[in-house]
């Protein structure tokens, strides 16, 4: 949707966490979490030579749920990672949302 000669992205402001999540997708780090309305969508595992490697499949477990690394691993470029994550129809605000690093602890999970 435009209006005039913008689109709607120009009518309304980017927020704190729209800021927060185009950093975190353009930079992907590893430990980010990703979710939509707090429904995990990956974790970033790794990030080298400009391809992200990350986990989208969580699994239930006597306590919640997990996320399932046993082999259950996606790689994108980090433009593709972007174009993933952002809306198709807005440029540059995203579906998801990112919590910067909060599950390092899954790094520990690899090993």
């Given at each position: 949707m435009t209006y005039g000669k913008g689109s709607i992205a120009d009518v309304f402001p980017m927020s704190e966490r729209e800021k927060m999540d185009?950093?975190?997708a353009s930079n992907p780090k590893p430990g980010d979490y990703w979710h939509e309305c707090?429904?995990?969508?990956c974790?970033?595992?790794?990030?080298?030579a400009g391809v992200v490697i990350y986990c989208d499949t969580p699994k239930e477990t006597d306590n919640g749920w997990t996320w399932d690394l046993e082999g259950k691993r996606q790689a994108k470029?980090?433009?593709d990672f972007y174009k993933w994550l952002e809306y198709d129809t807005i440029p540059n605000r995203f579906w998801a949302s990112c919590c910067p690093q909060a599950h390092m602890w899954v790094l520990n999970e690899l090993h």
């Open positions: 185009k950093e975190h707090y429904s995990p969508v974790v970033v595992l790794a990030v080298a470029s980090i433009q």
